[in-house]
C-alpha cells in the first residue's frame, strides 16, 4: 500500500489517500480506482529537464561540439511547461493540424515539498514532498537547443497523473523503471539509474541559481528513443512504484467537433 495525495474532479481540494491492488481508500471508506475520476494532482510551475539521460546526451554524438551547441551542458538545461499544457489523467492530446505524430515524452515528476534555495545534495530529499508521472509531450523536432515554445507549449501537452506518491513509499527514486506503451505495445523502456544528475545533484545543480517552492514540479528528464503517437492512439506510461498515466491522442478537428478543450 502507497500513501499519496490526490485531487478529485469534484473536490476543490487535495487529500491524502492510501493506494492498493486497483483500490483507493479516502476517508476510511474504499473505492475501486476505475470509479475515481482524478484531476491534475499539482498546482506549482512545472520545469523540464533536457539531457539529463545518458542516453539522450550521447544521441547527439558530434552535434554537441558544433554550433549552435559547442560543447556539452555544463548544468541543468531547463524549460517551463506552462498552465495551458497541464491535463489530467484519460484526456486526450490534441493533435494539431497538420501534424502527423507527437513525441512521447515520459518522465519522473519531483514535486517540492517546501522552499529550496541552495540545497545541499545530501539535503536534497527533505525539500521532496513526492512524485508523479508526467508526460512531457512535444511535436518532434530535431534541435534540442533552447526549446522551442511552439513545439513543447501547446494546450494540453503536459499531461500529470495519476496522483503524488509520498516520497516515503518510493524505496529509491533514483532506481524507477519507466515504460511507454502505444496500443499496448512496449515502445520504451529505461530506468532512472541512467540520469546523468540524479535527482539530489539535480536539486542541488537547479537551487544553485534558482529558488523551487512548495508545489513546483522538476522533471528529471525524458529518455533517449522517445516513441512517436499518431492520432486514435492510446498512451500508457508507467513508472515503478508510482501507477500508470493514460491518455488517447485525438486530433485538434475531431476535439473540435465534439466540443472538448
Known amino acids: 500500500m502507497i500513501k ?3 485531487k478529485l474532479k469534484d473536490s476543490e481540494f487535495s487529500e491524502e489517500v492510501e493506494i492498493s491492488d486497483h483500490h483507493m481508500v479516502r476517508n476510511g471508506k474504499s473505492s475501486e480506482l476505475s470509479q475515481v475520476n482524478l484531476d491534475i494532482p499539482v498546482t506549482g ?11 539522450s546526451l550521447e544521441a547527439l554524438m558530434e552535434q554537441v561540439h558544433h554550433p549552435p551547441y559547442n560543447e556539452p551542458p555544463k548544468g541543468p538545461v531547463l524549460y517551463i511547461k506552462p498552465r495551458n499544457t497541464f491535463s489530467a489523467f484519460a484526456k486526450p492530446v490534441p493533435l494539431p493540424t497538420g501534424e502527423p505524430e507527437l513525441e512521447i515524452g515520459a518522465s519522473l515528476g519531483i514535486v517540492i515539498g517546501k522552499t529550496a534555495t541552495r540545497v545541499k545534495k545530501a539535503q536534497a530529499m527533505d525539500y521532496i514532498e513526492g512524485f508523479t508521472i508526467v508526460n512531457d509531450i512535444s511535436i518532434p523536432h530535431e534541435s ?11 494546450d494540453g501537452f503536459c499531461p500529470i497523473a495519476p496522483w503524488v506518491v509520498s516520497k516515503d513509499s518510493i524505496s529509491n527514486p533514483d532506481r524507477l523503471g519507466i515504460r511507454v506503451y502505444i496500443n499496448g505495445e512496449l515502445r520504451q523502456e529505461n530506468t532512472t539509474s541512467n540520469l546523468i544528475r540524479p535527482i539530489s545533484r539535480l536539486i542541488e545543480d537547479v537551487t544553485d541559481f534558482m529558488t523551487l517552492n512548495a508545489g513546483d514540479v522538476l522533471l528529471v528528464g525524458v529518455p533517449e528513443n522517445a516513441p512517436l503517437a499518431k492520432a486514435n492512439d492510446h498512451v500508457r506510461i508507467e513508472i515503478d512504484e508510482i501507477g500508470y498515466l493514460e491518455n488517447p491522442i485525438v486530433t485538434e478537428e475531431k476535439l473540435a467537433m465534439e466540443g472538448i478543450s
Open 144 to 154: 534540442v537547443y533552447r526549446p522551442a515554445i511552439r513545439y513543447k507549449a501547446r
Open 45 to 55: 510551475t512545472l520545469y523540464g529537464t533536457l539531457l539529463n539521460y545518458k542516453g
Open 4 to 6: 499519496a495525495k490526490v
